[in-house]
């Protein structure tokens, strides 16, 4: 077993070893990136907001014209077989379908008779430590220069991966997406503001990934009475903010500290980020005491 990737892994109702596990250099996953994904956090063996996830999968499904190949109690049994015999306590369910492998190259979709490709597995799940929380992370604005269907969670993601990358050559750990001078998200997470004790958010669009992060922290922002605004936030205000987060499954609610080189507010983590990261450990802890 490798240290990333429990097995056994799913592939197309079958647990296997990784090894095992062959799909065809013609799918459509490899040849075109024609399919779809989540990531699905696992906390003391309880997959967080399973249900919100596979209602998101479906609904990227249904906006490649994909049938969904399992049912939503099909799909459950396979995640819950993986975190089962998954080593780790907290995990990274990450699921994958694509359309399958017809016998030729053709972009228009295969015939009903190529079945799609299901993968899935369990991975650990490593979420920010308090050292890194207490520092906060750097970034980059990139201009987004991803498709007009952003709110699809699928394969296709060379954008985001050269948007991540620049980041990352720079010495910095995301890249905030600049859309018509309005930032939509970063290259693997949403964003959020502070400004003046309020609470920013864009709002979800066809240009944004609909987190389920992004839902949660909204839902507890309502429940704990923090004033929010959703709206399109222009790269000025972002450049002007006190605090800029980065939230996502993997990532939870982490403060970007430093923006293109220039401290955010004070340079520091803000209060907000701190509260919203307790808040989101609350709440995680009452689902896993639910059981
Ligand atoms: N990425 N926006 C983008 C472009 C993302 O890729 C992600 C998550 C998010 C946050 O979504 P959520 O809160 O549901 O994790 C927003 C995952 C972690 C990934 O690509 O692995």
Request: aromatic share 8%.
């Given at each position: 077993?490798?240290t990333q990737?429990?097995?056994?892994?799913?592939?197309?109702?079958?647990?296997?070893?990784?090894?095992?596990?062959?799909v065809?250099p013609?799918?459509?996953?490899?040849?075109?990136g024609?399919?779809?994904y989540?990531m699905?956090?696992?906390?003391?063996r309880q997959a967080?907001r399973l249900d919100?996830?596979?209602?998101?999968?479906?609904?990227?499904?249904?906006?490649?014209?994909?049938?969904?190949?399992l049912?939503?109690d099909?799909?459950?049994s396979?995640?819950?077989?993986?975190i089962?015999?998954?080593?780790?306590p907290?995990?990274?369910?990450?699921?994958q379908?694509?359309?399958g492998a017809?016998?030729?190259?053709d972009?228009?979709?295969?015939?009903?008779?190529?079945?799609?490709?299901?993968?899935?597995?369990?991975?650990?799940?490593?979420?920010?430590?308090?050292?890194l929380?207490?520092?906060?992370?750097?970034?980059?604005?990139v201009?987004?220069?991803?498709?007009?269907?952003c709110?699809?969670?699928?394969?296709?993601l060379?954008?985001?991966v050269?948007?991540?990358?620049?980041?990352?050559?720079?010495?910095?750990?995301?890249?905030?997406?600049?859309?018509?001078?309005?930032?939509?998200?970063?290259?693997?997470?949403?964003?959020?503001?502070?400004?003046?004790g309020r609470?920013l958010?864009?709002?979800?669009t066809?240009?944004?990934?609909?987190?389920?992060?992004?839902?949660?922290?909204?839902?507890?922002?309502?429940?704990?009475?923090?004033?929010l605004?959703?709206?399109?936030?222009?790269?000025?205000e972002l450049?002007?903010?006190?605090?800029v987060?980065?939230?996502?499954?993997?990532?939870?609610?982490?403060?970007?500290?430093?923006?293109?080189?220039?401290?955010?507010?004070?340079?520091?983590?803000?209060?907000?980020?701190?509260?919203?990261w307790?808040?989101?450990?609350?709440?995680?802890?009452?689902?896993?005491?639910?059981?």
């Amino acid at each position: 077993m490798g240290t990333q990737v429990a097995e056994p892994v799913f592939l197309n109702g079958q647990f296997l070893p990784l090894a095992d596990a062959r799909v065809s250099p013609l799918d459509r996953g490899f040849l075109y990136g024609d399919g779809v994904y989540e990531m699905i956090p696992v906390y003391s063996r309880q997959a967080f907001r399973l249900d919100q996830h596979l209602q998101r999968l479906q609904a990227t499904l249904d906006g490649i014209q994909l049938a969904n190949p399992l049912t939503v109690d099909a799909w459950k049994s396979a995640i819950f077989t993986l975190i089962e015999n998954a080593p780790w306590p907290d995990q990274s369910i990450y699921l994958q379908v694509t359309r399958g492998a017809d016998d030729k190259r053709d972009h228009a979709f295969p015939p009903a008779s190529v079945a799609p490709t299901v993968f899935a597995f369990a991975g650990p799940l490593i979420t920010p430590d308090a050292d890194l929380r207490a520092r906060g992370v750097a970034a980059i604005t990139v201009p987004d220069q991803r498709w007009a269907r952003c709110d699809l969670k699928v394969l296709s993601l060379l954008a985001n991966v050269l948007a991540r990358q620049q980041a990352v050559a720079r010495g910095c750990a995301e890249a905030l997406l600049i859309r018509d001078g309005f930032v939509k998200e970063g290259a693997a997470s949403n964003v959020f503001l502070v400004k003046n004790g309020r609470l920013l958010a864009p709002p979800k669009t066809q240009l944004m990934l609909p987190g389920i992060t992004y839902d949660v922290i909204l839902e507890l922002a309502a429940a704990h009475g923090q004033p929010l605004d959703i709206r399109e936030i222009h790269e000025t205000e972002l450049r002007a903010a006190d605090e800029v987060w980065m939230t996502s499954s993997t990532k939870e609610i982490l403060a970007i500290t430093q923006l293109d080189g220039i401290p955010v507010g004070s340079g520091q983590p803000g209060p907000l980020a701190e509260q919203m990261w307790h808040w989101y450990q609350d709440f995680k802890n009452s689902i896993m005491r639910k059981g």
